[in-house]
């Protein structure tokens, strides 16, 4: 069966310390892969997507950047944090061509302080 | 901005009533999902529906779809305090790779 790994759960960094947010997804081949961002009490929006490695497209201009390095790995990073990159940040991947049903990852809890 | 817009943002129940919740949308859309969060956890799909259909059931869900109102409801009957979580609406707006979230309903049922 498939599973999605993200790590940390938590993180508290300084404003201006970089990030780097792992995810990986056992299981499966070839996945396309997302990372999104959830502010308290607002809905996802989605950050980057990957349909293959080292193929990244970006939803929104930000200090954020992602990386596909293998197949199953997706990274999202940021060289200087700001406050406003606080939030929830969610990693899912779904089969293939077409929007089927995306599979999420626990999360990872980021506060900038 | 949105493609999906959840209504009500926030509905609170008891036990063994029914849930309705409603999502509406602004482009044309080859499916419409939706998805559960419990709070602080990732979400989980719950159905999909394509744009020729109509209705779906599974389980206490049941969904419809409107595409002449670009609207979708889900249905949860006699709904149980474990239902408890947000729900948000999904479309793909005609994209072959991304789907764009609304804000959610917050659901409470309680005991």
């Known amino acids: 069966s498939q599973t999605i790994h993200q790590w940390p759960a938590t993180l508290v960094q300084p404003v201006g310390s970089p990030l780097s947010l792992e995810c990986t997804v056992e299981?499966?081949?070839?996945?396309?892969l997302y990372w999104y961002r959830q502010a308290a009490g607002r809905g996802l929006q989605l950050l980057f997507y990957?349909?293959?490695?080292?193929?990244i497209s970006s939803e929104v201009p930000q200090n954020l950047s992602a990386s596909r390095p293998q197949d199953r790995q997706f990274i999202l990073s940021s060289k200087k944090l700001l406050l406003s990159d606080s939030g929830f940040y969610l990693c899912?991947?779904?089969?293939?061509?077409?929007?089927?049903?995306?599979?999420f990852g626990p999360g990872t809890r980021l506060t900038v302080t | 901005s949105q493609q999906g817009e959840e209504d009500p943002q926030a509905l609170s129940i008891q036990e063994g009533e029914n849930a309705t919740m409603n999502c509406s949308y602004k482009?044309?859309?080859?499916?419409l999902q939706w998805y559960r969060q419990n709070s602080g956890r990732g979400l989980v799909h719950l159905i999909l529906?394509?744009?020729?259909?109509r209705e779906k059931h599974s389980g206490r869900l049941r969904v419809t779809l409107d595409t002449s109102k670009k609207s979708s409801s889900l249905l949860i009957t006699a709904s149980r305090a474990a239902d408890t979580a947000s729900y948000f609406c999904?479309?793909?707006?005609?994209?072959?790779?991304?789907?764009?979230f609304g804000k959610g309903t917050l659901l409470t049922v309680n005991p």
């Open positions: 899912a991947w779904t089969t293939g061509q077409g929007v089927y049903e995306q599979y």
């Open positions: 299981g499966t081949s070839n996945p396309n």
């Open positions: 990957s349909v293959g490695i080292g193929q």
């Open positions: 482009t044309s859309i080859n499916n």
């Open positions: 529906i394509r744009s020729n259909e």
């Open positions: 999904a479309t793909d707006g005609g994209s072959n790779y991304k789907l764009t």
